[in-house]
C-alpha cells in the first residue's frame, strides 16, 4: 500500500471517530466555534489573501479562462462575505436533535423521528475558495465530520483557510479529525477517498459536469450531484414587461458566471415583438451575444442562429439563446426538455399560468416573478450552502445544514412484544 493512500485512509479514520462525538456537541459550542472561525478569517485576512495570489497568478500564467479567475479570486469584499456567512449559519436553527414527528400505535408504542447527523461528508470542489469555508460551517452546524479535497489551483488558497478555520475550532473544543483537507494535488488521493466506504458517508462533487461525472463513476459512495445549470426564464403573455426587463437583464448580466444565471430567455409571441427589441439592446450594451431561434430573428436584427445544442448549453458566460414559443404550454414542454432541473423561473401576472408553471415545470427552484439567482443557500436563508443538488435523492436544490442530516426512529414502550 502507497504511502498516499495509507494517508487518505487516516484521515477518513479519524474522521469517522471524531464524527461519533460530533453528533453530541451542544449547539452553543458548535455556534461558538463557527463565530471564532468567522473572527479568525477577518483577523488573518492579509495571510489568506497572500496565499490566494499565488494561486491567481499561476492561473494566469497558464491562461485559464476570465470566468475561472473570477472564482478563483479572493478580496476584502469576499473573505467578508465568507466571515458574515459562518456567522448566518451560527445563527440558523441547529437541526440536530430536532423530532420531525411523533406518533401512537395501537399498542401503545410511540414512535418518533430524530434528526441526526450523516456522518462523514466528502467534498470535492474546485476553483472557490470560498467552498472551503462553507463546507467547513455547514459540516460543523449540522454535526458531521468533513473531509475536503479542493481543485489543485486553488490550493495555497484552500490550505490557509483551512488552517484558519481548523485552528479556531480546536481552541473551542471540536475534536481532531473533525475538519479535513486532503492537502496534496495527486488525483489519486480522490480515487483512494472515493473507495472509503466504511468511513465516508456521503460525497458531494461541486464544479464542473466533468469532475461530477468522473466522480459519480469512481464512487463507492453515495454522491449527491450538482449537474449544470441550464437555467430558462419564461416571459409570459400577460407579464409585466418592465418587470420582466429587470428579472431577464438581472438573471443573465448580474453575474453570468454561475450556475443559477439564465441561459435561455423565452417569450410568448404575444408579447415578443413589444419586448425583444429593448431587451436585447439592453443585453448587446452589456455584452451579451445573441443566439435566437427563426422568430427571434425576425424581430431582432444582427443576432446569431441559435443551434440545437444552445438549447442544452451552459454558458457560463455573457451569452444566451432566445426562443419565441407560442404560449404556456410550449415553455413548459421546451423547460422540461432541456433544463437541468436547477432554476427555472416565470414572469406573469396571470394567476392560472404561474400555479401551471409551477406545477408543471420539475426543477429543484421554480420561480414567479423573480430571478432565478436567487437559488443560494445565503438567500434561501440557511446561511451558506455546501452545494444545489440537482438530485432528486436525498437533497433537491440549494444544500444547508438541515440538507447535511438523516433520522433515525425512536420508539417508546412499555414493554409491548409483538404476537
Not at 471540536?174 to 486532503?182: F, S, Y
Request: aromatic content about 6%; proline content about 3%; glycine content about 6%.
Amino acid at each position: 500500500m502507497s504511502d498516499l493512500k495509507k494517508d487518505i485512509i487516516a484521515i477518513a479514520r479519524d474522521a469517522k471517530n471524531a464524527s461519533f462525538l460530533m453528533g453530541h456537541i451542544s449547539s452553543a459550542a458548535k455556534d461558538k466555534a463557527l463565530l471564532a472561525m468567522a473572527a479568525g478569517l477577518e483577523k488573518n485576512k492579509a495571510r489568506i489573501l497572500s496565499a490566494n495570489k499565488k494561486d491567481v497568478l499561476a492561473a494566469k500564467n497558464k491562461k485559464l479562462k476570465a470566468a475561472f479567475i473570477d472564482r478563483l479570486t479572493l478580496n476584502d469584499k469576499r473573505i467578508k462575505a465568507m466571515s458574515d456567512s459562518l456567522r448566518q449559519v451560527a445563527a440558523i436553527h441547529d437541526p440536530i436533535g430536532e423530532i420531525i414527528k411523533i406518533w401512537t400505535r395501537p399498542n401503545g408504542l410511540w414512535i418518533g423521528k430524530l434528526r441526526v447527523p450523516l456522518g462523514v461528508i466528502g467534498v470535492i470542489y474546485e476553483s472557490r475558495p470560498n467552498v472551503t469555508a462553507d463546507c467547513i460551517g455547514l459540516c460543523l452546524k449540522s454535526g458531521n465530520s468533513a473531509i475536503l479535497r479542493g481543485g489543485s489551483e486553488a490550493i495555497n488558497s484552500n490550505i490557509a483557510i483551512y488552517i484558519v478555520l481548523n485552528e479556531a475550532a480546536r481552541r473551542c473544543g471540536i475534536p481532531d479529525g473533525a475538519i479535513n483537507l486532503i492537502k496534496t494535488t495527486d488525483r489519486k488521493a480522490v480515487h483512494t477517498l472515493l473507495t472509503l466506504s466504511d468511513y465516508v458517508d456521503l460525497i458531494i462533487p461541486r464544479g464542473g459536469e466533468s469532475l461530477i461525472k468522473e466522480v459519480a463513476g469512481r464512487s463507492l459512495i453515495p454522491v449527491l450531484k450538482h449537474y449544470k445549470g441550464v437555467c430558462h426564464i419564461y416571459v409570459d403573455e400577460d407579464a409585466d414587461l418592465h418587470m420582466a426587463e429587470k428579472i431577464c437583464f438581472n438573471a443573465k448580466v448580474q453575474r453570468p458566471f454561475v450556475c443559477n444565471a439564465m441561459e435561455t430567455l423565452l417569450v410568448s409571441r404575444d408579447v415578443a415583438a413589444r419586448f425583444l427589441p429593448s431587451m436585447v439592446k439592453k443585453y448587446k450594451e452589456a455584452g451579451v451575444e445573441i443566439r435566437g431561434c427563426p422568430l427571434t430573428r425576425k424581430i431582432v436584427k444582427d443576432i446569431k442562429a441559435a443551434t440545437e445544442k444552445d438549447w442544452s448549453t451552459e454558458y457560463l458566460d455573457l451569452m444566451l439563446s432566445i426562443k419565441v414559443v407560442k404560449d404556456l404550454e410550449e415553455a413548459i414542454e421546451h423547460i422540461n426538455k432541456y433544463s437541468t432541473k436547477l432554476s427555472d423561473a416565470i414572469v406573469t401576472e396571470n394567476y392560472h399560468n404561474s400555479v401551471e408553471f409551477l406545477k408543471k415545470v420539475d426543477s429543484a427552484a421554480v420561480y414567479v416573478n423573480a430571478s432565478t439567482r436567487f437559488t443560494d443557500g445565503g438567500e434561501f436563508g440557511f446561511g451558506a450552502e455546501i452545494g444545489i443538488s440537482t438530485d432528486k435523492f436525498h437533497a433537491r436544490g440549494p444544500v444547508g445544514a438541515e440538507e447535511l442530516t438523516s433520522y433515525k426512529y425512536i420508539v417508546f414502550g412499555s414493554g409491548q412484544i409483538r404476537e
